[in-house]
């Protein structure tokens, strides 16, 4: 069985869901592939311990603290390959950035392969199923595009900006399938 409980954050409403243990997703309204890696209905219960925890990490976060993911349970569901790129993201520090690219090099060094694909690990970011505390709001495109933030764009701003990154040689993309 699963549990779900509303969260009303500076960015909006978010939807925390659990499996009684461990936090299995936060998303953001209208978030892209919200809730999708739950396959069955969720019960509403404000009252499961984990989810007292992600309130309170939460809250520390929108106050300007600066939590870890492993502060909390987590358990999101995903292929090996999503959970590999997922724990690199659980590693980018807070109010810095890295890249697609970058996160690339990174899973093909420790796969001992001569490349990996941006856009592959871009796929694995963009299906975070634990928004905000699994940080893919971090990761940004080469020369600082601000592309690929399944909350959207606007929100990926406020969320680095709520972190000090500095944004002013960053850019929003004029087109593409990931705005």
């Excluded at 909390?72 to 890295?98: D, K, M």
């Excluded at 697609?100 to 796929?123: C, F, T, V, W």
């Excluded at 990761?139 to 680095?160: D, F, H, P, R």
Aim: hydrophobic residues 40%; proline residues 7%; aromatic residues 8%.
């Amino acid at each position: 069985m699963y549990f779900k409980m509303e969260y009303m954050s500076p960015l909006g409403p978010l939807t925390m869901a659990s499996d009684g243990n461990a936090l299995i997703g936060l998303w953001m309204e209208g978030q892209k592939y919200f809730a999708a890696t739950v396959q069955e209905e969720m019960a509403e219960n404000d009252d499961l311990p984990v989810f007292n925890d992600a309130k309170s990490w939460l809250d520390k976060y929108f106050a300007g603290g600066k939590p870890v993911p492993s502060d909390l349970p987590l358990a999101p569901a995903g292929s090996a390959f999503r959970q590999e790129v997922w724990q690199l993201l659980c590693e980018i520090p807070y109010g810095e950035i890295t890249t697609y690219g970058q996160l690339a090099k990174e899973i093909a060094k420790k796969r001992n392969k001569p490349g990996m694909s941006a856009q592959a690990i871009g796929g694995a970011v963009g299906h975070n199923p634990i928004s905000i505390i699994i940080p893919c709001h971090r990761v940004v495109g080469s020369a600082g595009s601000l592309t690929g933030y399944a909350g959207g764009i606007e929100k990926k701003i406020q969320l680095l900006a709520l972190e000090g990154v500095d944004m002013s040689s960053m850019s929003i993309p004029k087109k593409g399938t990931a705005l």
